[in-house]
């Protein structure tokens, strides 16, 4: 016996003799690790995901220094019907109220557009748009010269020369009626909408949309600043009621906070409550399960303090880890377990039992848990949190279940046996662990070579679909299928359906905003982008700045307008009394006013003005119309035709938004994608050096783990299962899990060479073996199936495909490999043993 087998031997006899010095030291560890693993956080919003140097990141906190932020909790007050006047007295009153919820940060509401009606209807021929003027500017000069040739006895005018001119100041007199409130139309200087049935209020916050607890503080303070303002106006039994709604960025982040913290919760339970299950199905031992429980506890915990270090607070793409390391890190406990309770029916004490387990699947467990812990880890060289966060959490994960095992396991058994000792009826138990590890044993030995040139086939078919699937783009570019769609997600979604029928993009948060250093540079970028859109290089729609809110073209339009003065006078002469009083009614003045960025009143001016006042340094960029805003490909493109746009110096102005966010995603995704595909192949491949010795043996247990995921890529591509930033973990991930059943079986394979022919060796490897990983492959089957359930779209794919992966490296470890080692070596007699030692075979 080896220096090392001799310590593990050791370790079994303390752990047997003193089980509570383990017992208290995990449960000391546990203690200390469980304030900071509760204050763990989740954080739901796709900023979380990105990497601190993605471009987007680095912008955001720009604009944030900046302008506070732009995040966007819309307030709709809404009722069944027309109530026009009671929301016109509420805006003015809640608005008043909003803004004194700065301390939970709140930085302006945007609910009227009254003081810039009054600003345009004051300066509302320098807001008269230019081709309009030159419009009436031409009909005039047409007119005036019908009017001298009617003077001529002898002309015949074929035409109605009066109607151009007449409709044109027809509906010059109708705009200024509006301006000054005389028609009938839409008066409110609030967000209503036409119907009358809905009242908007856009209030702009600092917080960030992945802190939870504080959106939920300054929704509960706009809920009792609603109640009491409703009280204040004697109108809180006005009939019909009227009902208060959230929409904006802020209430879309808080409903899929809310959907994956509460499926956080349900996945854990349920993969725990059927690990167990299972657990006491196959051991059909009570211990099973509370020695498991106990087992897990102190390394959950440890997990998740170590990640409140590290990380800081889950995301999207790690916040189901704990259900998933219930159901992979539990395998290094299960083989364990499976070699325990084999010696223990065959009557060995149990004082020389724990001691032999130890020997017997040491290098069994490390070997399985370094794999699943190197695919883990293996993400953490790449950028991308959604990435690196789920590496880190995940192969810390495996780490500590695996330590457990060596450590605490084997000392909750020990008091176990104390307390009561184990009866186990050896004919039945074994029966049982020959039907699990039997099941696709029947089908390899009745037709080795046909099952081994199925899976092959099946192997290139799959080939063929994945290489077709990257053919053309397997992308998921439905960011809607990114999302929840719980109740509560769709309703915010309908809500804010709603205010876009009558609000511009931009007053829901909805634009790129760019803030550039100076104004001037701000008046360039818009006036560039202006001129790229025009000319057909720009994915959006109109260009927003404080410019915007000014007239343009004053001193071309100061000089018509004093042209049309003159031909006023002259027309005078041809017309009668009432059309001279129409004429003066529209005439023109003699000088425009020259603005200034100050007087655009404060209300419409507050989007572009920064904490410390500066006002005209902000861009907002509307989308295109008739395009969705879950549409990847065009929000890829929305944000790349604005960065590509550059100021004269050749610096590019910081952009915040939607589209960069997921643009910047994206390329996240397939540029570290590959990465840790190749280092976790990387890892996998030094695994195998390290668990065979001969090339043969290794590249049997490559292929088998090529097999199951290239069977994986096949079926996603039949379910048409597109790549998204978390299903794309599958493959690297697949790399260690997947590797494990393979190892585990072949090295089986080779001991029980020592002693049978390779049919007699590979039928005993998948009896005796077979059943531990089929075991392990449902414990990890049911800590990913769990994520099926999820409302969020993302997690549901990613759940699915790995529990695909668990399904397909279990069958090409059971079916293919048995199938081409029977087939490639007859019936022969057993190789004899060496002289050296047997090493214990693993479970």
């Excluded at 026009?84 to 007295?89: P, S, Y």
């Excluded at 607890?213 to 509960?220: E, F, K, P, Q």
């Excluded at 102005?653 to 192949?681: H, K, Q, Y």
């Excluded at 002693?755 to 990890?780: F, K, M, N, Q, Y």
Aim: charged share 20%; aromatic share 8%.
């Amino acid at each position: 016996m080896t220096k090392f087998y001799r310590g593990l031997s050791r370790l079994g006899s303390i752990q047997v003799q003193h089980p509570w010095r383990f017992v208290l030291l995990f449960a000391v560890v546990t203690g200390l690790c469980a304030p900071l693993a509760a204050r763990m956080k989740l954080d739901a919003s796709f900023v979380a995901l990105l990497p601190e140097s993605a471009p987007a990141a680095r912008d955001l906190e720009a604009t944030r220094d900046r302008i506070g932020g732009t995040s966007t909790l819309m307030v709709i007050i809404s009722a069944p019907s027309d109530v026009r006047d009671r929301l016109e007295t509420l805006a003015p009153r809640l608005a008043e109220r909003l803004y004194a919820l700065g301390d939970l940060g709140v930085s302006r509401v945007d609910y009227s557009r009254g003081d810039y009606k009054e600003f345009v209807a004051k300066h509302r021929y320098a807001f008269l748009d230019l081709a309009k003027v030159k419009e009436i500017h031409e009909a005039l000069e047409e007119r005036i010269a019908s009017e001298k040739a009617k003077a001529n006895p002898l002309y015949v005018s074929l035409e109605d020369d009066d109607g151009k001119l007449d409709a044109l100041l027809e509906e010059l007199a109708q705009r200024n009626a509006e301006l000054d409130g005389e028609t009938d139309g839409d008066k409110s200087p609030y967000f209503i909408h036409p119907d009358g049935s809905l009242l908007v209020l856009f209030v702009r916050s600092e917080l960030a949309a992945g802190d939870a607890a504080s959106i939920d503080r300054l929704t509960t303070a706009v809920d009792v600043a609603f109640k009491e303002v409703q009280v204040e106006a004697g109108m809180a039994e006005a009939m019909p009621p009227l009902e208060l709604g959230f929409g904006g960025d802020l209430t879309s982040a808080r409903a899929e906070h809310t959907a994956l913290a509460g499926e956080l919760i349900m996945a854990s339970s349920i993969t725990l409550a059927l690990v167990l299950a299972l657990m006491l199905f196959y051991f059909r031992s009570l211990r099973v399960p509370v020695v498991l429980v106990l087992m897990l506890l102190p390394a959950l915990t440890a997990t998740f303090a170590l990640g409140t270090i590290t990380i800081g607070s889950l995301n999207i793409a790690s916040a189901f880890l704990a259900s998933i390391i219930i159901g992979n890190g539990i395998n290094p406990a299960l083989i364990w377990l499976s070699r325990y309770f084999e010696s223990r029916r065959e009557g060995r004490p149990f004082a020389d039992t724990v001691p032999e387990t130890h020997r017997a699947v040491f290098k069994a467990t490390f070997v399985a848990s370094l794999a699943a812990g190197l695919a883990y880890f293996a993400l953490t060289v790449t950028d991308f949190r959604g990435f690196r966060d789920f590496g880190i959490l995940g192969g810390t994960g495996i780490v500590l279940t695996w330590i457990a095992t060596v450590l605490l396991l084997p000392s909750l058994l020990a008091i176990s046996e104390r307390l009561a000792p184990m009866r186990i009826e050896k004919r039945q138990v074994k029966l049982r662990k020959n039907r699990f590890g039997r099941l696709t044993m029947p089908l390899v030995e009745r037709a080795p070579k046909t099952v081994g040139v199925v899976c092959a086939l099946l192997g290139f078919l799959s080939l063929g679909l994945a290489g077709y699937a990257m053919g053309h783009d397997p992308i998921e570019y439905d960011f809607s299928k990114l999302s929840s769609n719980q109740r509560a997600a769709t309703s915010v979604i309908l809500l804010n359906r709603r205010v876009s029928e009558f609000m511009p993009p931009t007053a829901a948060g909805n634009a790129i905003a760019l803030l550039t250093e100076t104004p001037e540079d701000a008046l360039y970028m818009q006036q560039t982008l202006d001129a790229a859109r025009d000319a057909g290089n720009g994915a959006y729609s109109r260009v927003n700045g404080i410019y915007s809110l000014l007239p343009r073209d004053v001193p071309e339009k100061e000089q018509l307008y004093r042209d049309i003065r003159d031909q006023l006078v002259t027309l005078r002469t041809y017309v009668d009394e009432d059309e001279q009083r129409r004429i003066d009614e529209l005439e023109p003045p003699e000088n425009l006013a020259r603005l200034e960025l100050s007087e655009v009143p404060l209300e419409v001016a507050r989007p572009f003005i920064e904490r410390d006042g500066t006002r005209g340094r902000i861009l907002y960029i509307e989308r295109s119309d008739d395009v969705s805003i879950w549409d990847g490909r065009y929000l890829i493109a929305w944000a790349n035709s604005i960065r590509a746009i550059a100021l004269p110096d050749g610096s590019r102005p910081p952009l915040a938004g939607r589209a960069p966010i997921f643009a910047d995603m994206l390329e996240s995704v397939w540029r570290d994608g590959p990465i840790a595909i190749l280092c976790s192949l990387g890892f996998t491949v030094l695994l195998l050096l390290f668990a065979f010795r001969r090339w043969s043996e290794r590249i049997v247990a490559l292929l088998t783990l090529l097999l199951g995921i290239v069977w994986l890529a096949g079926l996603m591509v039949i379910g048409r299962m597109r790549l998204n930033f978390l299903n794309f973990l599958a493959y690297p991930i697949t790399f260690g899990n997947g590797a494990d059943y393979g190892v585990n079986i072949l090295r089986r394979y080779v001991d029980e060479l020592k002693e049978a022919d390779p049919h007699d060796a590979i039928e005993r490897a998948i009896s005796r073996s077979g059943g531990a990983v089929l075991l392990c492959s449902l414990t990890t089957i049911i800590g990913y199936g769990a994520l099926a359930s999820s409302a969020n779209q993302a997690v549901r794919s990613f759940g699915i495909a790995m529990a695909l992966s668990e399904v397909t490296c279990f069958l090409a470890a059971a079916l293919a490999m048995p199938a081409w080692l029977i087939w490639r070596q007859p019936r022969s007699a057993p190789r004899p043993a060496k002289n050296a030692v047997e090493s214990p075979a693993p479970a």
